[in-house]
């Protein structure tokens, strides 16, 4: 069945520096990709999604790309900030309408 | 903009308790789930609902677990006797049915005692 993989954790930066967080995933066909990101004590929130190969996802300055030759959805952002101190989890499909398989997920540490 | 709510966000019982966490998703999806999180580990799938019926569900959904639609707008998850493994977080999801994108709903925090 599909799965993906993450980078381990926990990753500590400093404010304004660059974030890669890396997801590979193994699917049948190409699945739409996914960020959920989890703020301390609270839900999943979907931060950024791409539904076909080459699609670039981007929302709250964060971007992913969908790489099918090196099947890959790293998670990136140019300068971060402590609010964006959370655990991401990188996420796909088993198949249509079915369950989200989710990486391990990775928390993300922002110092002032 | 239109939600996943779920009730109530915290629940304590006691172990061999019948507990039930209710979640309204998405007025206008088809396809609801339920997952699950212990403390710090990775969130995972229990069940998925379509068409009135369980379309998947884990080796975690066990006899002790079931869920309903009891009407247009509730999905609830019962646990029948909760073990003290059963603490953790449950998410209700809902989704359209396309592009699998899934909403989640804030979360049950389940103590069990």
């Known amino acids: 069945g599909n799965s993906v993989t993450q980078m381990e954790g926990p990753v500590t930066l400093s404010e304004e520096a660059f974030l890669t967080i890396n997801c590979t995933y193994t699917?049948?066909?190409?699945?739409?990709l996914f960020w959920y990101v989890q703020y301390p004590g609270e839900g999943l929130q979907l931060l950024l999604k791409?539904?076909?190969?080459?699609d670039k996802g981007s929302n709250k300055g964060f971007e992913a790309t969908y790489r099918k030759e090196t099947t890959s959805f790293h998670l990136e952002k140019g300068s971060v900030q402590v609010s964006d101190s959370a655990v991401y989890f990188c996420?796909?499909?088993?198949?249509?309408?079915?369950?989200?398989?989710f990486g391990q997920g990775t928390e993300l540490s922002v110092k002032p | 903009e239109p939600e996943v709510t779920q009730t109530p966000s915290h629940q304590v019982t006691q172990m061999g308790q019948e507990v039930i966490l209710r979640c309204v998703p998405i007025?206008?999806?088809?396809?609801f789930y339920w997952y699950r999180q212990i403390l710090g580990q990775k969130v995972e799938f229990l069940v998925s609902?379509?068409?009135?019926?369980?379309?998947?569900k884990s080796e975690i959904f066990d006899d002790q677990f079931s869920v309903e639609r009891p009407d247009g707008s509730n999905f609830t998850l019962k646990i029948r006797s909760t073990k003290l493994e059963d603490s953790a977080m449950y998410f209700c999801?809902?989704?359209?049915?396309?592009?699998?994108?899934?909403?989640f709903g804030p979360g049950t925090r389940l103590t069990v005692l």
């Open positions: 999801a809902s989704s359209g049915g396309s592009y699998n994108e899934q909403f």
């Open positions: 699917a049948t066909g190409y699945p739409s």
């Open positions: 791409a539904t076909k190969a080459d």
């Open positions: 996420a796909l499909p088993e198949n249509q309408g079915g369950k989200l398989i």
């Open positions: 007025s206008n999806h088809l396809y």
């Open positions: 609902f379509y068409n009135n019926e369980i379309s998947e």
